[in-house]
């Protein structure tokens, strides 16, 4: 794994500078009330509409905004100035009060009343049905008061917690056992791309690549958001030359491929993240969807997906699929990725042992690199998990307390340092599938609890290891930790206030989900129904869950991902193919594939011959730029709509 072809290309695109800044200024403190108030609304937007925000296209529009400020003031802005605009964007879009739109939703849902669980919902969730808020359609109501305090606290613990353990594993697999973490460069080079000064714009590749993506991003978004947007604001039906999110061809292919969800997605931002994406792990993905492919209609014809029929669109299609066969093959899978995982950790920790580790630098802080003390980040994670605990114990003082403690201070370091490890060597995110959902469930089964409010309480389950490549991205960019501390806090305010007024906003315009945000309206119900069944297991009687969850079926997708990683080891083949074909395995919504591999194929056979190595730089950027491109339009979208749906509810 560690020697990976593949894996070592992306292992030298970048060496960490041996200078460190903080980056931190009022240009810094300018660009997240910038970001808040005026990227936000168009992300949640989008979020909306499409399925998708403006994530990297907010962050590079207010580079290039503060960039050409500062050219005209005859200066330019420095790297880790630019990587904290990026960083700070990244966490002034996370939209937290976005979740109350969900929850809303959920709560007045017609899965939560077919399932009966609309009763069953707390009311520190979202108010029950008769509220007068749902008749106003207003967050700005007593009934909602709880919700927005539990959120808000939830989100300063979680925002703390950030420099805790995922801090102190990245100390531990960087600085001691110097892990390569390959897939850190191609954030970080994505990040630099208008760091560039004014000078070197003219003979610098980054920017001409990231010009020629966001001049495609714009022509597509024209035609993808804001040609639909603003002639739905004229005409009756909005005019949609490419469908979203896609073109349904179930019922046209039902006949001869039974319980197959089919369809194509016209995404072009998908072909960008083909080209990006390590190329094994896309066409892995292609097998993958074609292995369930040709499966689906010989396990509906053995009468194993007996719950699909003829006459069912992709959410009907995949919702009973997931019921009968591909919800516990899934997790079978899952697990045998997570047991891969561990055998890896078990076996480098093994090579790496005999006393060739110094754990001594842990005690040692980089002072430019403005490192947290180590104890110091291991005390931020005991209080943030007693915090959590706190939280759960007031909310749900009927479920056993013991698995507060297990969760927090067993399995969140155990999985997470797992993750942290096979992030540092592969890449790969490792999760154990279902311990969450077994643990609620052993529970329900042998400590008498009943109800579903454990399924909405802030467990301390967290998996740190991410974290880490986070970190890795920071050193990299030469940026120190004392900025992005500083950036955290002027972040916080700004996303709270700001997503909390936007997301009101947008519900007043009109109900959340409805025509008017089609990704809503098409896929929100399938996300509900998974939802909810899974939080019937929880309840007396007869579970849904239980019906859906088989044990052959599980260890079977066990054995196949064990076999299945073995057979390619042994032939030789990418390690990430293994993980691609999971991905690809009863995927959910699988009609973008088609276009990644396109991506991949492109990049692969015709970008990398062309330009040799230097594409794995070109990529990033390249996406970035398309990115912006997209969120331009799609920001033009959403002032045309916001501004005209708003004259509208005006009284005059």
């Not at 990040?191 to 610098?204: F, I, Q, V, Y």
């Not at 759960?392 to 056993?400: A, D, G, H, I, Q």
């Not at 083949?573 to 959910?588: A, E, K, T």
Request: aromatic share 14%; glycine share 10%.
């Amino acid at each position: 794994m560690y020697d990976d072809k593949e894996l070592h290309e992306y292992r030298d695109l970048m060496k960490p500078p041996e200078r460190f800044e903080e980056g931190f200024d009022w240009k810094t403190i300018i660009g997240a009330v910038f970001i808040g108030f005026l990227m936000m609304p168009g992300s949640m937007y989008l979020q909306l509409v499409i399925g998708q925000g403006i994530g990297p296209a907010a962050r590079w529009v207010t580079i290039i905004l503060f960039a050409e400020i500062a050219k005209r003031s005859y200066t330019h802005l420095k790297q880790q100035e630019v990587f904290l605009l990026y960083y700070m964007a990244g966490a002034a879009l996370a939209s937290p009060f976005q979740g109350l739109l969900w929850n809303q939703y959920l709560v007045q849902s017609d899965a939560a009343r077919m399932l009966g669980l609309t009763e069953f919902i707390p009311h520190w969730v979202a108010p029950g049905p008769g509220s007068e808020s749902f008749l106003e359609r207003t967050f700005l109501h007593r009934d909602w008061l709880v919700p927005i305090l539990l959120l808000v606290g939830a989100q300063l613990v979680q925002r703390i917690d950030h420099f805790g353990l995922g801090y102190s594993l990245y100390r531990i697999t960087s600085d001691v056992e110097k892990l390569p973490f390959p897939m850190a460069p191609v954030g970080a080079l994505g990040t630099m791309a208008l760091a560039e000064s004014t000078e070197d714009r003219k003979s610098g590749w980054k920017w001409r690549v990231f010009s020629i993506g966001g001049v495609i991003g714009l022509v597509f978004g024209f035609f993808y958001v804001l040609l639909p947007a603003v002639s739905g604001l004229v005409f009756e039906q909005p005019i949609r030359l490419i469908p979203i999110p896609w073109i349904e061809l179930t019922q046209y292919t039902e006949g001869f491929l039974p319980a197959v969800a089919t369809g194509l997605q016209f995404d072009l931002g998908l072909v960008f993240v083909g080209m990006v994406l390590p190329f094994w792990a896309v066409i892995g993905g292609l097998g993958g969807l074609i292995v369930t492919i040709l499966a689906n209609p010989v396990l509906h014809e053995h009468g194993i997906l007996h719950r699909w029929h003829p006459g069912m669109e992709t959410v009907e299609t995949v919702f009973a699929n997931n019921f009968d066969f591909y919800m516990s093959f899934g997790i079978g899978l899952g697990l045998a990725i997570a047991a891969i995982g561990i055998y890896y950790v078990v076996k480098s920790l093994r090579q790496a042992g005999d006393g060739q580790m110094d754990f001594s630098i842990l005690f040692k802080p980089h002072k430019e690199r403005g490192d947290i003390n180590f104890w110091v980040s291991i005390g931020i994670y005991v209080f943030s998990t007693l915090a959590y605990i706190g939280m759960c114990l007031l909310l749900v003082p009927s479920f056993p307390w013991i698995f507060f403690v297990l969760y927090g201070f067993v399995y969140t370091p155990v999985i997470s340092y797992i993750t942290a490890r096979m992030e540092g060597i592969a890449g790969q995110f490792v999760s154990l599938p279902m311990v969450r959902e077994f643990s609620f469930i052993a529970g329900a089964k042998f400590f008498g609890y009943n109800g579903i409010e454990i399924w909405y309480a802030p467990i301390p389950i967290h998996n740190y290891g991410e974290a880490t490549v986070q970190f890795r991205q920071i050193e990299l960019t030469g940026t120190s930790l004392r900025g992005v501390i500083k950036a955290e806090i002027i972040v916080f305010p700004v996303v709270m206030i700001a997503s909390l007024l936007f997301s009101q906003f947008l519900w007043q315009l009109a109900p959340i989900p409805s025509p008017q945000y089609p990704f809503a309206q098409e896929l929100w119900h399938l996300q509900a129904l998974n939802t909810l069944l899974m939080q019937t297991s929880t309840l007396e009687g007869n579970s849904l869950f239980f019906e859906a969850l088989s044990a052959p079926i599980l260890f079977s997708g066990l054995g196949i991902g064990v076999l299945l990683y073995g057979t390619l080891n042994i032939l030789g083949l990418p390690v990430l193919l293994v993980y691609g074909l999971v991905r690809g395995l009863g995927q959910s919504t699988p009609h973008g594939v088609i276009l990644e591999v396109i991506g991949a194929m492109l990049g692969r056979f015709y970008f990398l011959k062309k330009y040799g190595k230097q594409w794995r730089q070109y990529a990033p950027v390249l996406l970035a730029g398309f990115s912006c491109g997209m969120g331009l339009a799609g920001m033009a979208a959403m002032g045309f709509t916001l501004i005209l749906k708003s004259l509208g509810r005006l009284a005059y």
